[in-house]
């Protein structure tokens, strides 16, 4: 019952820096994901489950994500397989600056062949 509660409520609330941005569901190769787009970041929860958690997989299906749904070029990731924070390029600008944490460059992504990596 707790875990079902939990679960539906995944992705409702937006973490500090993210409140008021309007959530946005979306799914990448079966997996979904609420986003939240400002200017230059993006925050990706992961809603769907997976066991076990993989958070290179999780990123590279949430910079998809942000990717399809902003028209950015992701250029770096931090989190964790349930909640990313990912930064943007737009328009030529270049993405706000690494935060400390893991992360993933968009190097990932363009060993996958992505078009807006590389």
């Not at 399809?68 to 706000?96: K, T």
């Amino acid at each position: 019952m707790t875990l079902a509660l939990l679960t539906g409520c995944a992705g409702q609330v937006a973490s500090p820096g993210y409140g008021g941005v309007a959530p946005r569901h979306t799914e990448v190769e079966g997996m979904r994901f609420v986003l939240r787009l400002k200017a230059d970041r993006a925050e990706v929860v992961r809603v769907s489950p997976m066991f076990p958690p993989n958070f290179e997989e999780v990123a590279r299906r949430g910079q998809i994500a942000v990717a399809r749904e902003s028209g950015c070029r992701p250029e770096w990731v931090i989190g964790d397989p349930s909640m990313l924070e990912i930064g943007l390029s737009c328009h030529g600008a270049a993405a706000p600056k690494t935060p400390r944490g893991r992360h993933v460059a968009c190097d990932l992504l363009a060993a996958a062949g992505q078009p807006w990596c590389g």
